[in-house]
């Protein structure tokens, strides 16, 4: 098991089989060190996690729905990687959308949901540059989706 | 005539002359092998494709609309290649913005107008990372807009 | 004082301490020669700048808020090159995302307040591929948030 899977397995986190996509474009690319991953939508093993923030979710159901986009992102890159999740240099860039009303004004703190759990998990190679903004709607009606950009060796 | 427009020609599709942008900014910028191109709007030669998904556009119209987007990231890509579109590498990433309502859901649906063209197109070459999200509104009203990042030789 | 810097003094621009970022993410990450930097919200030294384009705050107002996060975008570019603003070889890559409602459809004008600045400043090397959406809501309730990806050496 990888260093990082250990740490994962300390903060009780199995990482899913890399959800496969839904429709005819492929979970990530690599070109060259960088890995250009797909939007993950907030799911678990139960389920999509829906949702709109301004409307019938909270900051804080919205921060967890966050995080599991990272899990989700994290499984992509170990498939990347070959499944040697060590072989991750950094986390590079992520952006994250946010299903919400238009007067909903912290996408930050739900995004941070995604953010705390990378760096939680990976120390200074979780750092990422970011942004995050409010999406109109998302497929299927989740709470959150992220897409990511990473560099492995 | 390149292998890739033979199969656009296969298809009935031919490029337009790759749009000019409508502002002070320019349609692609290459660093190394990769190619940035600005957002692509929904068009055709008869003139922008307008609508909102979940209000005046069903998702079959909004699919149309997606797949002039990769239309005109195709163009720029081949202006970007000097005229050779068999310089393309991959399309790398797609990042795919729909103009809905707030209850809508079928994003990838949408997008996968472009996708599936992409794929049609360049087969292997053609598959790609890629998000499918809803912007509160585009511009000029248009139904879709794509961008995509590109790995040429 | 960098060349750059002294066309922005002639300008009248001043560029501020690079903001820190407000969560456990970093304002850029450097790969290779590419420096991304995390969205930027409109703001001066005043303060945030809040509105939604549509509702409260006209187009002219929403450049001049897309101004600011074009100022902060430079300020962490500086930053990324140890101070030394001509170590920038070009801007590659903005998206711009405009806080409005959803019938508003002047997102390139309001975004152009950030190409403009960037050509002026920068002259050739300040063209950039861009996009240009709405979000339903940004951070705080800002009028506009920019990314940008950046070449330097």
């Given at each position: 098991?990888?260093?990082?899977?250990?740490?994962?397995?300390?903060?009780?986190?199995?990482?899913?089989?890399?959800?496969?996509?839904?429709?005819?474009?492929?979970?990530?690319?690599?070109?060259?060190?960088?890995?250009?991953?797909?939007?993950?939508?907030?799911?678990?093993?139960?389920?999509?996690?829906?949702?709109?923030?301004?409307?019938?979710?909270?900051?804080?159901?919205?921060?967890?729905?966050?995080?599991?986009?990272?899990?989700?992102?994290?499984?992509?890159?170990?498939k990347?990687?070959?499944?040697?999740?060590?072989?991750?240099?950094?986390?590079?860039?992520?952006?994250?959308?946010?299903?919400?009303?238009?007067?909903?004004?912290?996408?930050?703190?739900?995004?941070?949901?995604?953010?705390?759990?990378?760096?939680?998990?990976?120390?200074?190679?979780?750092?990422?540059a970011?942004?995050?903004?409010?999406?109109a709607?998302?497929?299927?009606?989740?709470?959150?989706?992220?897409?990511?950009?990473?560099?492995?060796?």
């Amino acid at each position: 098991m990888s260093t990082i899977e250990t740490r994962l397995a300390e903060l009780g986190v199995t990482l899913p089989d890399a959800p496969a996509p839904a429709a005819n474009y492929v979970p990530f690319v690599q070109t060259g060190d960088t890995v250009y991953v797909s939007g993950q939508i907030s799911m678990t093993a139960d389920g999509l996690i829906l949702g709109k923030l301004g409307a019938d979710m909270d900051t804080e159901a919205g921060a967890a729905a966050a995080r599991t986009c990272a899990i989700g992102l994290l499984a992509q890159v170990k498939k990347a990687c070959g499944g040697d999740l060590d072989r991750l240099v950094r986390v590079v860039k992520l952006t994250g959308f946010v299903n919400s009303t238009g007067d909903f004004t912290e996408q930050p703190k739900v995004i941070n949901g995604a953010s705390d759990f990378l760096v939680e998990a990976l120390g200074d190679a979780g750092r990422h540059a970011r942004s995050a903004v409010s999406a109109a709607a998302l497929p299927l009606g989740v709470a959150v989706e992220i897409e990511g950009i990473f560099q492995i060796k």
